[in-house]
Nanobody
């Protein structure tokens, strides 16, 4: 059974930092494009960041570029999201996703999803 498990969420004050982890099991994701998404209450799920298999190339939504950093460790079958200078509008449930099914870096068309981890930023 393939599983993606997020961890590292929590409550932080505006301007603070959090680091999220996504650990995969059941298959290797070293050859898979992976991404982070988030969903705030009453809003649609939205793309946050993505990372390619090699090099690797990284992609961000405009509102987090320069504040968030996506990375991966293929040896650990894991992906990370470092979030700095957090804002109240970053409050959401954050999801990791693996094995992209189309060619857009910003797609939400992934085969595997984690259960999410809550990030709350207080003002």
């Amino acid at each position: 059974q393939v599983r993606l498990v997020e961890s590292g969420g929590g409550l932080v004050q505006a301007g603070g930092s959090l680091s999220l982890s996504c650990t995969a099991s059941g298959r290797t994701f070293r050859n898979s494009f992976m991404g982070w998404f988030r969903q705030a209450p009453g809003k649609e799920r939205e793309f946050v960041a993505a990372i390619s298999q090699n090099t690797p190339a990284t992609y961000y939504r405009d509102s987090v570029r320069g504040r968030f950093t996506i990375s991966r460790d293929n040896a650990k079958n894991a992906m990370y999201l470092r979030m700095d200078s957090l804002k109240p509008e970053d409050t959401a449930v954050y999801y990791c996703a693996g094995h992209r099914r189309d060619n857009s870096p910003y797609t939400s068309n992934y085969l595997y999803w984690g259960q999410g981890t809550q990030v709350t930023v207080s003002s």
